[in-house]
């Protein structure tokens, strides 16, 4: 179809989300996306959700962090911020979410917010609490395994 | 701006790893619930070795403090008494009329926490006793942002009720996502946009963030040396020759 004219095409900005999950958990780009609009569903209704668009326009995830572009129509920054901070769990698996920052273009946002994660995470030994407990250690972040799962420490507490 | 956070034992992150997350999210500082987590602040209200160092690791302000959960007023009042003394902030979990009662009519409790969990009621009564004896009553955002369905959607009615009693009252506030690890911490600005979607004031909301801050401030202040009582503080005075 021909395109719109300018003034007629919509506006959008571009928000730059940061994702944090436990090393273990897989993350697919559907299920993101899904849980994404599930959420503002929820929060905003049809009609909110609608006009806050939140489609994904990039997607990656490894190793327990990842990021994310999510295309918001311009003026409902404030609902989408929130319908994004209502994400804590996606296929089950627990995720903290936050927002980086916002752009007008996807280039912008990509060049200022992405490619931040030096996922270069390695798995080792630490001691934390007294044992010794198997761990996937990135920069500062340190994830223990324990009897009831994964807990979350940090370079300070395994010194 | 302030989060007060659940730290391991009681939830799945360290300490040091809320302070991180809390840091980048761009708080000011956190109140660790939980008091296994984290050592108790000195006689004189200075923070212990280990929240200082998270403080010159991190940036961010560690507070101590203990969240009361017991099975009827006798038993809190008792453990409020004990802690009162050795912590910075004592919070109190409410969800019981009886609790609920004790914790706004008792002036060493600093936070009433989660009021309207379980079968909790709040009313005028309570809202004027909380204004009177300083207690904030804490606002829980954590089931919107991870409950779903029903339990959400009764949390959210709660949460209103809640509101319109606090303002109307004047009485003080704080707010908080309660985070049992550190994927649960939200920062302050998207606290804030969910609290405007759910029918909260933007500013009020920034309010009871930093209302955490006040209070671990004004405690500090209480517990050391120089402090008398409100108003009056041992002076620098000088030696008669």
């Known amino acids: 179809m021909k395109h719109l004219p300018k003034h007629l095409r919509p506006r959008w900005r571009y928000v730059a989300v940061g994702i944090e999950t436990w090393p273990d958990a897989e993350l697919g780009r559907r299920a993101f996306q899904r849980a994404l609009w599930y959420a503002a569903g929820n929060l905003l209704g049809d009609a909110g959700s609608a006009d806050a668009d939140l489609t994904l326009l990039s997607f990656s995830h490894g190793d327990g962090i990842g990021e994310a572009v999510v295309k918001v129509r311009h003026g409902h920054v404030a609902e989408a911020r929130a319908a994004i901070a209502c994400v804590s769990e996606v296929d089950g698996e627990s995720v903290g979410i936050h927002v980086r920052g916002i752009s007008g273009t996807v280039r912008a946002c990509e060049e200022r917010y992405m490619g931040r994660a030096g996922a270069n995470s390695t798995q080792r030994d630490v001691a934390f609490r007294d044992a010794e407990r198997p761990a996937v250690v990135r920069e500062d972040a340190c994830d223990v395994r324990t009897e009831s799962g994964y807990v979350g420490a940090a370079a300070f507490d395994i010194e | ?241």
Do not use: Q
């Not at chain 2, 619930?33 to 000195?42: E, N, Q, S, V, Y």
């Open chain 2, 1 to 241: 701006m302030y989060e007060a956070v659940h730290a391991h034992p009681d939830g799945d992150a360290t300490v040091a790893r809320h302070a991180a997350t809390a840091a980048r999210c761009g708080y000011d500082g956190i109140v660790v619930r939980t008091r296994d987590a984290l050592a108790p602040a000195g006689e004189a209200g200075e923070p212990s070795d280990e929240a200082a160092g998270l403080r010159d690791e991190y940036g961010v302000d560690v507070v101590d403090a203990v969240e009361v959960d017991a099975d009827d007023p006798t038993s809190a009042s008792g453990a409020v008494g004990n802690y009162r003394s050795e912590r910075t902030v004592v919070c109190l979990v409410g969800g019981d009329d009886g609790l609920n009662r004790f914790a706004v009519e008792e002036p060493r409790v600093d936070v009433l926490a989660r009021p309207t969990e379980g079968s909790g009621d709040f009313n005028h009564v309570l809202a004027k006793a909380a204004r009177d004896n300083g207690v904030h009553v804490e606002f829980d955002l954590g089931p919107v942002l991870r409950a779903t369905g029903g339990k959400r959607v009764r949390a959210l009615a709660d949460l209103r009720k809640l509101r319109e009693i606090v303002t109307y009252y004047d009485a003080p506030h704080v707010v908080s996502a309660n985070p049992r690890s550190h994927l649960g911490l939200r920062a302050p600005r998207e606290l804030v946009a969910v609290g405007e979607a759910v029918g909260f004031d933007a500013e009020w909301v920034r309010e009871g963030l930093r209302a955490w801050g006040e209070i671990a401030e004004r405690n500090r202040e209480r517990r050391s040396e120089g402090f008398i009582e409100p108003g009056v503080r041992l002076g620098r005075h000088e030696e008669d020759g």
